[in-house]
């Protein structure tokens, strides 16, 4: 049973997602490296698992994008157009977002400092559902239909 939020003593307490297996794997591959190297060689190594980011260069072509970025492109080139804009699914997934800037903070705080944990999740810690996100970027963009 998947918990939200989802929290660092989380890993690996469940089955992986099987759509996503392979990408988790490589994760928790990574993350029990840096947790065998502090504890072996009393290395100061961390793993930052970073939530849903998004940012200035982000990828907004519809086939490859995320969410986020699909829906921004979406609405713009509706309102751009005149046109209604079309969404998959009921919209009551949840989701967490952080922008890039903050991630890396993150980053160099990590760097900076001497922390006492081997995993931290880096985020917002704030979900939200895909139609709030939706209605977000519907209200941003100044669309109206």
Known sequence: MRHNPLK??????????????????AKITGVKACQAIRKQFN??????????LYGYFDNFDLETSHVLPAMLRKFHEAKENNTAVKLWGSGTPMREFLFVDDMAEAVVFALENE????????????????????????????HQR
């Open 43 to 52: 290395k100061d190594y961390v793993s930052l698992m970073p939530t849903n």
């Open 115 to 142: 922390l006492p944990e081997y995993l931290y999740n880096i985020g917002s810690g704030k979900d939200i559902t895909i139609k709030e996100l939706a209605e977000t970027i519907q209200q941003v963009t100044g």
């Open 8 to 25: 660092e003593e989380y890993l690996l307490t469940g089955s992986l997602e099987p759509t996503n297996e392979w990408y988790a794997l």
